[in-house]
């Protein structure tokens, strides 16, 4: 089994949020925790009632990016599109591909 990566090895932090996710290996500090915490409110803004899953992407410290499942930015999310599971699920961005379109969309760089 290998090692987590720790932060000082990685300039890029990704924390996903989802209600089945397992406790994390390595103890959290306040910055990480509210990290989190964003992920959660966003998550809690999901399309999808089953996954709601929030996304939030950070470098050295600053929130770079933050998202949830969601439907394209061009796509109008109706209740029938939110009803229909078949249509939803072919149709959704995950939290972390929404969360990599805001930052690509805002300039950041993800490297």
Known sequence: MTEPPSK???????????PAAPP????LD????????IARHYAAQSVDPLNRS???I????????????TFPGSMRSTMA???DRAVRSGLLLSA???AIAVAATGGASLR
């Open 8 to 18: 000082s090895s990685s300039n890029l932090l990704i924390d996903i949020l989802h």
């Open 24 to 27: 994390l290996p390595v103890p």
């Open 30 to 37: 306040d910055e990480d925790l509210r990290m989190l915490a």
């Open 54 to 56: 929030g996304c939030v």
């Open 58 to 69: 950070t470098s050295a410290g600053r929130l770079v990016a933050a998202a949830c499942d």
């Open 81 to 83: 599109r939110r009803r």
């Open 96 to 98: 972390e591909q929404a």
